[in-house]
Every structure is written in C-alpha cells, then in structure tokens.
C-alpha cells in the first residue's frame, strides 16, 4: 500500500514534456502580456475554506496575554469560501467570499465585481490575460465557468485569454503567494466572525496596497454543466490553441457595449 502511494505521488509529480510546453507557454504569454499597454495580466485563484470560530491556527501574535482558542473543531462550523484576483505587476488585490459553495459562478460572479471597481482606471485596456490554475471550477473542460466567462466577455467588450498552470502546479500562479500572506497574517487571530474575516482581510497590506473586499450572498449550485447545443454553441467560440487546447483558450466578444 505505502510503495503504491510512493508510486502515485511520483508519476503526479513527475516532469513531463508536456509540463515544459505548458510552462514554456505560460512564460512566453505573461511576457507578451505584461509588454502590451492594452493588455492586463491578472491572476485568479480561490482558497481553502475559512472556518469561522474560536479556532486555533498555529499563528502569531503580539499581546500582554496568551490568545485562546479552541484546540480542536468539533463544533458546528459556519464557514467562508474566498476568491480572489491578483493584478501581479501593481501588487493591487480583490477579494471575494461566499458562505455558499465554490462553483464556477461564484468565480465569475467575482470578476463582474472587480471590473465593475475598476473598469474606469482601466478604460484602456482592450484584453484580459488571465494566470490560473486547473481547479475543478475554472478548468478548460469546465463547460459552466466557459460558459459565463464567454458572457463576461460580451458584456464588458474584453478579449479574454485563459492560460493555465501545468496540472499540480499551482504554487506558481502569483495569487498563491498573496493568499500565503493573507494566511500568515491573520493566523494569530481569532477569526470569529465573518465580519472579522472580512476586515482582516481588508487590512493586509501586498505592496503596500490594501485589497478591496466583498461578500457575495448568493446561493450557489454545485455541478451546474452546459450541455447538447448550447455546449456546442459555445465550444465554437473558444479559440483553443492547437498545442495546448486545454492550457490555453482565447474568447472574444460577440458584442461591445
């Protein structure tokens, strides 16, 4: 059983020709991305939930008395879901939480917000480069967060282009050094509220920026897909690349308002 682990965990990890092409892909586009005036980088990645309570999570804090905190979670949990876009060049951040599930729309629900705050200071730019990782919500197959990005698109008048991390990769999309800051940063606090949660996060400073934050309150459904014609529909606006199909995916809009 342990030698079939160690085997498992070596194949999934193991460099791949493929993997080199995929992040050969990844280098080149953000570099042509980054060049472009027109164009903005951003990176997009949701984070482990948060469980809301009196729970101890291994961090630091400074005080004249010890924080306590429960050492275990065998309550009943109230919990948050966050998602976030990082613009990696300037450093400026916008956070997103849900108490519901992670779906494909809770993502996309998330961009509509962030262009809406930052639309006017980005009237230039005419593409949309996006760094992500395979997750189950926003992959290349994922035919519902396809979907509603091909809907961002037509709406905001954006060419959007999707470029994936390899597979098991994910530590090198930028926003997980932000979240990795995040975490780090209110570890040594009770985050017994929602409310709390969400100041904490308004408070953390990357690049000497503070993030913008929201909570989403709309239920989401799990497993919502697109399928017969509408998939088919909506596939033939995909511009996958003939190398790399999965990895990297342009859309362009239908209208422009």
Not at 112 to 122: D, G, I
């Amino acid at each position: 059983m342990v030698v079939g682990y160690v085997l498992w965990r070596i194949r999934r990890f193991k460099k791949t020709p493929e993997t080199d092409a995929i992040f050969e892909n990844v280098w080149e586009m953000n570099a042509l991305a980054d060049a472009d005036p027109e164009t903005l980088r951003i990176s997009i990645d949701t984070k482990a939930t948060v469980n809301i309570g009196e729970y101890s999570r291994h961090g630091r804090s400074r005080g004249l008395e010890p924080v306590k905190a429960w050492d275990h979670d065998m309550r009943m949990k109230e919990k948050l879901i966050p998602g976030g876009i990082l613009e990696p060049v300037s450093g400026r951040a916008f956070l997103f939480f849900t108490d519901s599930y992670k779906t494909s729309d809770f993502m996309v629900d998330g961009f509509f917000l962030w262009w809406n705050e930052r639309k006017q200071e980005l009237s230039n730019v005419r593409r949309l480069f996006i760094n992500m990782d395979n997750g189950p919500e926003c992959s290349g197959r994922r035919t519902q967060f396809l979907l509603r990005i091909a809907e961002f698109a037509d709406v905001t008048g954006l060419i959007i282009h999707l470029v994936y991390y390899p597979p098991y990769h994910s530590k090198y999309n930028a926003i997980e050094r932000y979240w990795a800051g995040l975490e780090k940063s209110w570890n040594g606090y009770l985050l017994d509220t929602v409310e709390t949660v969400l100041n904490r996060a308004t408070n953390f400073v990357w690049k000497g920026l503070n993030a913008t934050v929201h909570l989403l309150k709309t239920s989401y459904e799990k497993g919502v897909k697109v399928c017969g014609k509408e998939k088919t529909k909506m596939e033939e606006r995909l511009q996958r690349s003939e190398r790399l199909p999965l990895y990297d995916i342009t859309i362009s809009p239908n209208t422009v308002y």
